[in-house]
């Protein structure tokens, strides 16, 4: 179990923090980007903005990535995006993936 909790704003709140029988929600995007950064696979002083994509079995096979993955887009044209996943830059095409941003 985690000690604290990243917010959707960027804030960190600690689990002594929070009272018993509050309700808080946490947003599956930032769950992936605080494992991420803490797996040190995303450094968040990057430039680009971090994004989690959902790639197609067929793509994420063909590029050699999961089918879901947490990076940031360092570029982005009308048809694609240029995306750091771990230390490997990778062109997406927006047609075939969902981005979450």
Known sequence: MSDAFLKKDGTI?????IKKGETIKIDLKDLYV???IQSGQLKPEEE????VVK????LATNKG???EVVGIIK????KAILMKVGNE???LPKSAIDIEI
């Not at 709140?13 to 923090?17: G, P, S």
């Not at 790639?55 to 067929?58: A, D, F, V």
């Not at 570029?75 to 009308?78: L, Q, R």
């Open 75 to 78: 570029k982005e044209t009308k």
């Open 48 to 51: 680009g903005e971090t994004a």
């Open 13 to 17: 709140v600690a689990l002594k923090d």
């Open 89 to 91: 830059e990778v062109w």
């Open 55 to 58: 790639l197609p079995e067929w």
């Open 65 to 67: 990535l999961s089918s």
């Open 34 to 36: 605080a494992r991420e």
